[in-house]
């Protein structure tokens, strides 16, 4: 328990203080002798401080802003404005690091940037999939290799942000784009067009919060084997496994994701992931992207056991970590005692 009842600020949406674990938090640390309240981006902060530290995942609130709300920026302007005026409170985490995951361009070229330096030292520790930004068109895809994964550059903090395809064949791509063009009636929209890797439907979600890691098994997409387009939003693919159940005619239902995958191959899988590797790799992306709390998923090439990080996002749900409170607590106030 600290010595001091320090103050400390805090911004999320509704939705992630809920049920993301963040009440959880709060109440931990009013329960560790920290006075925890919310700031509000409606009158000026400098009234409310002064703050021992901050913490916040206002990317939400960012990309509404950059999107043209005017109410929303003058929130923006608000934080971003105190941040700034007061360079000796700690921010959890640093603006400018946080806001470079929100594009996924950005977030490539950092973990791009990573690969590469391994990869210097004699030990690349994963890959990268192929990508190229398009627009979905079969006459600028007619050299791709498919099946690939469509996805907007924007990362986060809109709905769609998280509306994905996976497109099997090149026959396929200009009924993607009709589909995909209806959230925002952008006819030459450019995609991240994404080499789409087979990995028996199994992903790796990594939870990074100051240096401690937790990995997480999640079903994802399974190995492409159909000649349709499928078409799903990231946020709600199946959290968990579930036994298959086996229809009148003996034949498993047929399903886009793995959350029927057989225990077994879920256990034949994990073993396969090497937590060393995964420590080193976490102490490499945290140099680089100096963060406390990031995430990033990894999957695992069905055919050659490649390591393939395909996301990686600033601050995401913590709820199933059990030491979370514990180890974000004593990392703000190490924040705050050096």
């Known amino acids: 328990m600290s010595q001091n ?9 509704e939705k992630k203080i809920k049920h993301q674990g963040i009440q959880q938090f709060i109440d931990y640390s009013r329960a560790h002798d920290f006075d925890i309240d919310a700031i509000n981006l409606n009158i000026p902060i400098e009234s409310q ?38 360079p000796n409170t700690p921010v ?23 690969r590469k330096t391994q990869e210097e030292k004699g030990n690349a520790l994963f890959k990268l999939p192929d990508y190229v930004i398009k627009p979905l068109k079969q006459e600028e895809l007619k050299d791709i290799h498919f099946p690939i994964m469509c996805k907007r550059i924007t990362a986060c903090s809109s709905k769609i ?6 497109v099997p064949s090149l026959d396929k791509v200009n009924e993607t784009n009709k589909i995909m063009s209806l959230s925002t009636n952008k006819e030459n929209e450019e995609f991240i067009i994404q080499q789409f ?21 999640r079903p994802s997409l399974n190995n492409v084997q159909c000649k349709d387009i499928i078409f799903f939003d990231s946020q709600k693919i199946p959290k968990e496994f579930k036994e298959q159940k086996i229809m009148e005619d003996g034949v498993p239902p047929i399903n886009s994701f793995a959350n029927l995958t057989p225990k077994e191959e879920i256990e034949r899988k994990t073993q396969l992931l090497d937590e060393d590797r995964i ?23 069905s055919v050659t056991n490649d390591y393939y990080i395909v996301d990686v996002n600033y601050f995401p749900a913590f709820s199933g970590v059990k030491d979370f409170n514990e180890v974000l607590y004593n990392a703000i106030l190490k924040k705050i005692e050096n």
């Open 161 to 166: 942000a998280h509306e994905m395809a996976l």
């Open 279 to 301: 420590n080193k790799i976490t102490k490499d992306l945290g140099d680089c992207l100096n963060l406390t709390l990031f995430g990033y998923d990894v999957i695992i090439d």
């Open 197 to 217: 890797i087979n990995h028996d439907g199994i992903l790796f979600k990594i939870y990074v919060y100051d240096g401690k890691f937790k990995v997480i098994v």
């Open 49 to 86: 401080g002064p703050y021992d530290c901050i913490i916040h995942k206002i990317t939400d609130l960012i990309s509404k802003a950059n999107n043209g709300d005017t109410e929303i920026k003058k929130q923006v302007d608000n934080f971003e404005n105190y941040v700034k005026n007061n």
């Open 5 to 13: 009842k320090y103050k400390i600020g805090y911004v999320f949406t």
């Open 92 to 114: 959890l985490d640093p603006l400018e690091v946080v806001c470079k995951l929100m594009d996924r361009i950005t977030a490539n070229d950092l973990l791009e940037k990573v």
